[in-house]
Antibody
């Protein structure tokens, strides 16, 4: 059974960079069969896809966040990471990592439990 | 403002059926049979309930079904149960540039 677990600071100051890591267990991130995504959810609001990475390091980002987002992968640790720069209060949200099969429009079939990141001074 | 439009709330009594709509455009829902639906209980991660418009993952009750007509996808839950009370989100493939769009979510209340 694949499990995903987010980790990282729960509090980030405005203008700084938010950094999170997703550790995958029960399966290899290098299997080549999946995309690995970040999705966020502000309190009381809907889901927003941030971006994804493939095991090769190839990435795709939400156009609305593309200028501030970097997603990377560390296959040796079975982890992938998110960096979001120049954060503001609007970036306060629960951040989820999720897996999707590597095909066009593949659904998010496994999710992490989510981690709350608050942007505040 | 979310890319896909869902009603903010729907409600139904135990045993009844409800339908949640998800309206997009010809650039997403209307062009691809790649709509998925997620159930989210308070404080929990979303759970995949329907993919590719009408397919159910293993383990998901057959009380959940999906369909699509034009730019609007729908999730139907039959035989409502108390445990179905949750937020539901639709999601669609939106082409090679945007890739993924979500709906704003619908709160289902079981009366």
């Amino acid at each position: 059974q694949v499990q995903l677990q987010e980790s990282g600071p729960g509090l980030v100051k405005p203008s700084q960079t938010l950094s999170l890591t997703c550790t995958v267990s029960g399966g290899s991130i290098s299997s080549g069969s999946y995309y690995w995504s970040w999705i966020r959810q502000p309190a009381g609001k809907g889901l927003e896809w941030i971006g994804r990475i493939y095991t090769s390091g190839s990435t795709n980002y939400n156009p609305s966040l593309k200028s501030r987002v970097t997603i990377s992968v560390d296959t040796s640790k079975n982890q992938f990471s998110l960096k979001l720069s120049s954060v503001t209060a609007a970036d306060t949200a629960v951040y989820y990592c999720a897996r999707a099969p590597r095909r066009v429009g593949g659904p998010f079939d496994y999710w992490g439990q989510g981690t709350l990141v608050t942007v505040s001074s | 403002q979310s890319a896909l439009t869902q009603p903010a709330s729907v409600s139904g009594s135990p045993g009844q059926s409800i339908t949640i709509s998800c309206t997009g455009t010809s650039s997403d829902v209307g062009s691809y049979n790649l709509v998925s639906w997620y159930q989210q209980h308070p404080g929990k991660a979303p759970k995949l309930m329907i993919y590719e418009v009408s397919k159910r993952p293993s383990g998901v009750s057959n009380r959940f079904s999906g369909s699509k007509s034009g730019n609007t996808a729908s999730l139907t839950i039959s035989g409502l149960q108390a445990e179905d009370e949750a937020d539901y989100y639709c999601c669609s493939y939106a082409g090679s540039s945007t890739l993924v769009v979500f709906g704003g979510g619908t709160k289902l209340t079981v009366l």
